[in-house]
């Protein structure tokens, strides 16, 4: 790949790997939840020449069903405890949780404030935790310490594996040489948990950074259109890619097919893990979407696509 999926402020000379190593009884492999959907394929109609996906509930399983500031947000269940030596860890989950829950709030407000363009805006977590030491009364700690401690919080409490078939539909994209991005709502964890669970393999495939749009690099979450706007060009600008060549997978008819079939993707509406799938039916912004494919298992989307540029 071109770039490390894992570009964030402060933390380049982390020894990254070798701490989640140490949180390795947490990446516990799961087993999705049969949704009760059917796939649906259709005979291809148009060419596939680049893929992006989405993370969370399509890449990888969440126990949280997304990133874990959604469980933060809504009253999802979590250990009444978090493990860590951290001074912070100390005071229990559930008022940490609820001063997070209002310091994103806090945020969201006034970033909507500041620029009414922004309709979902996201916060930069790392930027979360430092208020919260501060609201807590706490030495401020150093970035090494404060990122650790985002890490074991989101881990413990939104623990993650891979997808089944995640290794496969990434090795098939890069035997067909096809650009591969991701767009995904993240923060600076989810390509380090993303690259940990892939391991050493994940040189081997396709996946570009140049083409990738993580919303707490850009402000901005899914569904703001704003998120797809530099794969999009990129892909117009470096590869002669139209949009609608272009194919979008994801497990949230709002966040991932309504917002990308809006910006002229084709979608994958993936289906196979009851706790991810979001369908959104009372959304009145998805009464008339409906996705280009469902599938139930990423594997399924392979040969779709091989029919496609065959």
């Known amino acids: 790949m071109n770039k490390s999926l894992f570009t964030s402020r402060d933390t380049e000379n982390i020894r990254m790997e070798e701490y989640l190593e140490s949180l390795r009884e947490f990446f516990k492999e799961m087993i999705p939840i049969p949704s009760g959907i059917e796939p649906s394929l259709i005979s291809p109609a148009f060419p596939v020449k680049a893929v992006l996906l989405d993370i969370y509930g399509t890449l990888m399983i969440s126990e949280a069903g997304d990133i874990g500031l959604t469980a933060v947000e809504a009253d999802c269940q979590s250990p009444a405890k978090i493990y860590s030596d951290s001074e912070i860890m100390k005071y229990p989950y559930g008022q940490i949780k609820t001063i997070l829950h209002d310091l994103i709030r806090k945020s969201h407000t ?9 309709e979902y805006p996201e916060v930069d977590i790392i930027s979360i935790w430092e208020q919260l030491y501060n609201f807590l009364g706490l030495k401020e700690p150093f970035i090494e310490d404060l990122i650790q401690t985002c890490l074991r919080f989101e881990i413990q409490t939104n623990k993650i594996s891979l997808m089944p078939g995640t290794i496969e539909l990434l090795e098939e994209l890069a035997d067909m040489n096809i650009p591969t991005g991701i767009v995904s709502n993240a923060q600076f964890y989810t ?84 706790r991810s799938l979001r369908l959104r039916k009372e959304n009145h912004k998805v009464k008339d979407i409906s996705a280009d494919c469902i599938i139930t298992d990423l594997s399924q989307i392979i040969p779709f696509i091989r029919n496609t540029i065959s």
């Open 191 to 274: 390509p380090l948990f993303l690259e940990y669970l892939l391991k050493d393999k994940l040189k081997t495939y396709n996946l570009n950074e140049d083409i990738s749009s993580w919303s707490y690099k850009i402000g901005r979450g899914k569904p703001d259109f704003q998120i797809f706007s530099k794969p999009v060009k990129r892909l117009k600008e470096e590869f002669h890619i139209n949009p609608e060549e272009i194919l979008y997978i994801g497990n949230d008819m709002l966040n991932d097919i309504y917002t990308a079939s809006s910006c002229g993707l084709k979608t994958v509406l993936f289906a196979g893990d009851k």
């Open 110 to 118: 006034i970033t909507k404030q500041q620029n009414q363009s922004i």
